[in-house]
T-cell receptor
Framework: GAVVSQHPSRVICKSGTSVKIECRSLDFQATTMFWYRQFPKQSLMLMATSNEGSKATYEQGVEKDKFLINHASLTLSTLTVTSAHPEDSSFYIC??????????????FGPGTRLTVL | GESVGLHLPTLSVQEGDNSIINCAYSNSASDYFIWYKQESGKGPQFIIDIRSNMDKRQGQRVTVLLNKTVKHLSLQIAATQPGDSAVYFCAEPSGNTPLVFGKGTRLSVIA
């Protein structure tokens, strides 16, 4: 149980285009999902917290108008990188908490999406 | 603010030897810790967790030790295998706040 999927796993796009990444909790409900970004040989950096039915909370330095987050259901959050540029090339990882497991704060991570902007 | 950090950025171990990865934490009130493993090109995977009412917890080939006195956590991997090569992170879940990761320790297994 507690599987998180991401789609696509890998995407290459041209500079200036927008890319949408989906994050799904497959066998549990997640009122809260998280989006991380990881550059080569670096740690995961939290970008934003996605709350079902409400606006996402962005970390300092992350542009909310560039990284659009939508958490429309208890099993799906999407991250859209708008007007992508080469510096947005990175490994994007989502994570989710099981809403039913009160007191257990374990986050389950997706397999990641490799974005390459040409 | 409180933070979780890793002592060593890299660790090279001969195949078959035991590996020890260390982690220091600063929040003495923390009561739950998790070790994650991240293989190249993949998301972090849960390895093992421990609550503060325990000093030691064992899994399959892995053992986590918690020393609350010095706020130190370690992950021991027995008979290290090539498949253990990855970056290892310790994490400190706290309430509803999202996990914040330290640098991680890269474990390289030498065949």
């Amino acid at each position: 149980g507690a599987v998180v999927s991401q789609h696509p796993s890998r995407v290459i796009c041209k500079s200036g285009t927008s890319v949408k990444i989906e994050c799904r909790s497959l066998d549990f409900q997640a009122t809260t999902m998280f989006w991380y970004r990881q550059f080569p040989k670096q740690s995961l950096m939290l970008m934003a917290t996605s709350n079902e039915g409400s606006k996402a909370t962005y970390e300092q330095g992350v542009e909310k108008d560039k990284f659009l987050i939508n958490h429309a259901s208890l099993t799906l959050s999407t991250l859209t990188v708008t007007s992508a540029h080469p510096e947005d090339s990175s490994f994007y990882i989502c994570s989710a908490r099981d809403s039913r497991r009160e007191g257990y704060n374990e986050q389950f991570f997706g397999p990641g999406t490799r974005l390459t902007v040409l | 603010g409180e933070s979780v950090g890793l002592h060593l950025p890299t660790l090279s171990v001969q195949e078959g030897d035991n590996s020890i990865i260390n982690c220091a934490y600063s929040n003495s009130a923390s009561d739950y810790f998790i070790w994650y493993k991240q293989e190249s090109g993949k998301g972090p995977q849960f390895i093992i967790d421990i609550r503060s009412n325990m000093d030691k917890r064992q899994g399959q080939r892995v053992t986590v030790l918690l020393n609350k006195t010095v706020k130190h956590l370690s992950l021991q991997i027995a008979a290290t295998q090539p498949g253990d090569s990855a970056v290892y992170f310790c994490a400190e879940p706290s309430g509803n706040t999202p996990l914040v990761f330290g640098k991680g320790t890269r474990l390289s297994v030498i065949a």
